[in-house]
Structures are given as C-alpha cells and as structure tokens.
C-alpha cells in the first residue's frame, strides 16, 4: 500500500525567504501527484498538480517538482509571505480512486 | 461561483444517533469523494461515487452510509455504528474518474460527540 510521508511536520521560516516542502512516497507507479493547502479549519484548496510524465509544475512563486524514480517530490515556495502561512499537503494517485496523502507540513511564516 | 458546499459547518452527534453530512456540487463533476481528517493522519478515503446511482467503499466505509442519487449531491451519513466519530469530514469531486483529473475540496464539516 502506498505510504507519503512528509519532513518536517512543521516549519518557521521568516519573510522573504525562499523554501522548500518535501514529499516522499513508497510506490513509485503514480499517475500524478497534488499538492494542496489547508488553512485552519478549512477544505483543501488545490495548488499544483503534476502528472507522472511531468518533472514540475509552476503557479506564481509556486514550483513543484516530481522525480518518480527516487519517490518524491518537493514544493517550492519564492520569497515566502505571512499569508503564505498554512498546512501544505500532497496526495499521490496511485488509481482511478486512490488518493493517498501526507499528514502535511505547517508552515509558519513570521513577519 | 462554481464550488463545493458542505454543510452544516459542526455537527454534534449524539449516542446511538444518525447524522446526514450534506455536499453538493455545481462544477458538473462526475465523481465526487468522502474524506475523513483526523489529527496527526492522512486524509482516509470512506467512500467515492464515480457515476449516479452507484458508489463504492473506500478504506474506512464501517459505520458509514452514501447515495448518489443525482449528480451534483453525495450526502454522507454517519450511523451509530461509527464508534468514532469525531473528526473533520471532507468533501471532494473531480471531473471523471479518468487518473489526470485533480480533486476539488469543499471547506469541510466538524462532527463532535455530545
């Protein structure tokens, strides 16, 4: 069964500087991997998705990268802001159904 | 605005009762999702509906309840056999069940026990 994992459960960085989240996975046979953000008491809302035959994906001062072979991806956040502040989660798809996620990192950015 | 609706936002449930969690869609997906959140884990997957009319049990489905019985609704109900119950409860859809489409969330329904 697929496993993700993602290091370090929390993280404070203060603004401006650039950062990296990290998302490792088990099962390297994926179909894409999400990203997604969740504020406090909040649904998921989505970032960036990469499809297995991808490398990265870019949004603003958002990068995703996905390196299959080794299992895992990073998210890149350029010159952090304090709304950037938020749990980040990725989910790898592993099937039609099968979403599998991390237990996210939260990132504080302090101003 | 196209989007998600969960409703209601907390839900207290008492002993030895049921509780129906509402979402609804109006983005015309297909396939439409329930999430559990507990502190500390992973989303779990309790149950997905890919077409109208038919859904299937996802990793947690004991204690849990769905019908699909239109296209932009996928009430989920919570029974008492759910021992529990306490969590925060997600909502999603996609597109299709085609592999490439991403999920969309709704902003999720806190259930607490009385």
């Known amino acids: 069964k697929q496993e993700v994992t993602q290091i370090p459960a929390a993280l404070s960085v203060p603004e401006g500087e650039n950062l990296v989240l990290n998302c490792s996975f088990t099962d390297s046979a994926i179909y894409n991997l999400q990203w997604f953000r969740q504020d406090p008491g909040k649904g998921l809302t989505s970032l960036l998705l990469i499809q297995s035959s991808q490398r990265e994906q870019t949004s603003g001062r958002l990068n995703a990268s996905l390196d299959k072979s080794s299992g895992r991806s990073t998210l890149y956040i350029a010159a952090s802001q304090p709304g950037d502040s938020a749990t980040y989660l990725c989910a790898a798809r592993t099937g039609a159904n099968n979403l599998f996620f991390g237990t996210g990192t939260r990132l504080t950015v302090i101003p | 605005d196209g989007g998600i609706t969960q409703s209601p936002k907390y839900l207290f449930r008492k002993e030895g009762q049921n509780v129906t969690l509402s979402c609804e869609q109006n983005l015309n997906h297909d396939a439409m999702y329930w999430y559990r959140q507990d502190p500390g884990q992973g989303l779990r997957l309790i149950y997905y509906?890919?077409?109208?009319?038919?859904?299937q049990k996802g990793d947690i489905a004991e204690g849990y309840s769905v019908s699909r019985e239109k296209k932009e609704s996928f009430p989920l109900t919570v029974t008492s056999a759910q021992k529990n119950p306490t969590a925060f409860y997600l909502c999603a859809s996609s597109m299709g069940q085609h592999s490439n489409q991403p999920q969309h969330f709704g902003d999720g329904t806190r259930l607490s026990i009385l």
């Open positions: 509906s890919q077409i109208v009319n038919d859904f």
